[in-house]
């Protein structure tokens, strides 16, 4: 049984969905891992992870949608000295996931046909943004 | 140190929750794990995963009118060509869990006493759902 | 390869947000472990888990303030025996997280700068809690 963990940069142009299912695919490849256990870590709290479909963007366009509805901006906060989308963007940070783990199976990560690996980026400007990628197995 | 992964099928009969803590312990033991870190991933974004309260079933209940009220239909979604019902399952996905990781302790899941694991069903009409099953431990 | 499990106890005063990071890295270096995965999970289904900002405690009463919209008391649950907060507590369980996998890198956990740990008690009156540690690694 072996490990392997890197960080993977992601540079976010604000607010939306960035794939990065590639960048997990290659990540265990470059390791040589054809059976294990893949985690992605996001190291902020104004950003998430999120598996979702990745046939149709219309279905990401609702999310936003949705998630707009579900975080409204200026709804009374009492943390707002980083401007009206911070508090909204912890809101939805903990309402999807900080972390996803994804079983490698044959070599290849255990994904269904449809699903991609998003980083959802609360906040409307750009970030700079952190990955955490471990994988352990064979 | 070893692993094990298997696909589990379930046959779901449309919207709903559907334990498998039964299936998860039984794989933990057939692979003779006693001590490790149990996975199941849900290759679907129309279907999900749940730790609940298996005692009263009616907090399944009231949890499915919840989502139904977070995710309502008809509400102008621009994903729409898959029925009323898609987009909204696309919702409920993103406020669940497409993951879960349980540690083994002692040749048992550590849940706790009133824990359940459940696919959440999204879609109305039945569908054969997959969720990949890894352990790791000895 | 090796790894630890324990039992991590929280007896908490309450609704609210019981931040539990340090025991985490605790847990890491009693083991020394410099390499790895490390998991909790929350062995409750009125109580949760949630990683969010350790800086500005007026984020957390603002995310309390959400899920109290979210998952309001009196609105005709059916499962209403053990009091009025407890079917809410269901629904913020399930909005939140049951299970959090973090790596283990350089022999520190890879959380970002303002990122705390946190258990979400989600009854009125104190519990005692329990998380389920795990950690694998070198």
Redesign the interface.
């Known amino acids: 049984?072996?490990?392997a963990?890197k960080l993977h940069r992601i540079e976010t142009g604000g607010r939306g969905f960035y794939e990065f299912t590639a960048a997990l695919a290659d990540f265990v490849r470059s390791e040589r891992m054809s059976?294990?256990?893949l985690?992605a870590?996001c190291?902020?709290?104004s950003a998430s992870l999120?598996?979702?479909?990745n046939a149709?963007p219309?279905?990401l366009?609702?999310?936003e949608a949705?998630f707009a509805r579900?975080?409204p901006e200026g709804a009374g906060?009492?943390?707002d000295?980083e401007g009206p989308d911070d508090?909204p963007a912890?809101?939805r940070?903990?309402?999807?996931?900080?972390?996803?783990?994804?079983?490698v199976?044959g070599g290849a990560l255990?994904?269904?046909t449809?699903?991609g690996v998003y980083l959802f980026e609360h906040r409307r400007r750009p970030h700079r943004r952190?990955i955490?990628?471990?994988v352990?197995?064979?």
Request: aromatic share 6%.
């Open positions: 049984m072996r490990q963990a059976a294990g256990l985690t870590f190291r902020h709290t999120l598996i979702q479909e149709d219309s279905v366009a609702d999310l949705v579900l975080a906060y009492a943390h000295t508090m912890h809101i940070a903990a309402l999807t996931q900080t972390q996803l783990s994804i079983p199976i255990a994904l269904g449809w699903q952190e955490a990628l471990h352990i197995g064979e």
